[in-house]
T-cell receptor
């Protein structure tokens, strides 16, 4: 079945550094990918929709300058958390649909980001 | 606009007992409905989905769910719980081209 690979799975870094998270569709092409954030014991909140070859679409309240998204190819989207601070610590998950519509989505295994 | 309500943040069952996780949705257009499972520190795995057609859908690991339009429900069931079923379960709603809206999740606890 369709597989989405997310890397790295764990990141621990100092406050002020930038962190890049990669999301790859391994056996299918994805013109659209989605980035979610999940706080402990809470649901997933959509941050942005990544569009291959064009600008990402951000949800209300998500800082686009803080969370930079690049979708340079049909199999790779990256999320860069710039100048990370402790409040950015969270579990970030990407997903991608493998059909002509947005559903169903296949999820990566997530990235646990801890900012010290 | 669409929304999902999952009744019960935690559900506890004994191994071998029936599992019932409740989900009600709200959608202004015919919905697509999903159940995902999440194990600790992992992403989400699709259990089953309803888009069109048969209202009783079967998924992986013995789970099934029934779409009831009159009740705006999509409850998840499994006849006999296993220890390995202990995880967080998310119900989600969307339409063909919209994004997913997730419920708050239900943690399933299975005791021996």
């Amino acid at each position: 079945g369709a597989v989405v690979s997310q890397h790295p799975s764990w990141v621990i870094c100092k406050s002020g550094t930038s962190v890049k998270i990669e999301c790859r569709s391994l056996d299918f092409q994805a013109t659209t990918m989605f980035w979610y954030r999940q706080f402990p014991k809470q649901s997933l909140m959509l941050m942005a929709t990544s569009n291959e070859g064009s600008k990402a679409t951000y949800e209300q309240g998500v800082e686009k300058d803080k969370f930079l998204i690049n979708h340079a190819s049909l199999t790779l989207s990256t999320l860069t958390v710039t100048s990370a601070h402790p409040e950015d610590s969270s579990f970030y998950i990407c997903s991608a649909p493998d059909g002509g519509s947005n559903q169903p989505q296949h999820f990566g295994d997530g990235t646990r980001l801890s900012i010290l | 606009a669409q929304s999902v309500t999952q009744l019960g943040s935690h559900v506890s069952v004994s191994e071998g007992a029936l599992v019932l996780l409740r989900c009600n949705y709200s959608s202004s257009v015919p919905p697509y409905l999903f159940w995902y499972v999440q194990y600790p520190n992992q992403g989400l795995q699709l259990l089953l989905k309803y888009t069109t057609g048969a209202t009783l859908v079967k998924g992986i690991n013995g789970f099934e769910a029934e779409f009831k339009k009159s009740e705006t429900s999509f409850h998840l069931t499994k006849p006999s719980a296993h220890m390995s079923d202990a995880a967080e379960y998310f119900c989600a709603v969307s339409t063909r081209y919209s994004t997913l809206t997730f419920g708050k999740g239900t943690m399933l606890l299975v005791s021996p």
